[in-house]
């Protein structure tokens, strides 16, 4: 027998899905990177003030750029890595129009020894509030 | 002539440093870690849920664990790449002392084949609200 509660249920039901299925969509098309990077010693100053001027600028500018972790190697600070989140790839076809990444990758043409970017999916992500 | 305002100003402009600076101390005390693992394709999955299950309690229940990014590489999902952050080097030594952590190392000593732990320094970490 259909009762009015379970009309309401299923439509409950459905809508939670429908909630759900957008959320962990809107999830799956974010962009996860890594970009390895090995710099010049000598430019290695004027290297990471370029590198954290594009982060600053893009976060502070760019509604989809989301995050970026810029490390070295405490045993060898030539040896980068750059942890990057997108929101899609839309912004990030976007991103590299910017006058601030055009200028990032001007400035930094001569003191980038190598580059490799991978792209990554995500296994877990667990932070503290805030973090 | 050293009026009332001056006085109020140095003593601003000293509490002003002394804060800046335990707050740059406090930042430096922290450990920046990423962890290079491969794992054994045909316990990928078990690999996947064993440090899915070490990540989150250690981040419900340790205060000085303070983030974690597990990612694999979308050419080849064995490469896994963790990005840690630890509240500084007690926290860090409580931590592989749990018994969350013992237990990951137990349960995953036959589906790691390589384990390789590089210390890094922050160059820049820039991202929005809430990321």
Redo the contacts between chains.
Sequence with gaps: MITKKTIAYTISAILTILIINTKSMAQDHKI?R?AKITVDPAQLDKY?AA??EQ??T??AVEPG???????????D?TH??I?E?YADSTAYQAHIQTPHFKKYKETVKDMVKSLYL???????????PG?
């Excluded at 970026?68 to 190697?73: G, T």
């Excluded at 991978?118 to 503290?128: L, Q, R």
């Design positions: 996860y890594i990471q590198l954290k982060m600053t893009a976060i750029v989301l995050s970026y972790y810029a490390v070295s190697d405490k045993k600070a980068i890595t942890f989140i991978e792209d990554v999916d995500v296994i877990g992500i667990a932070k503290k973090m």
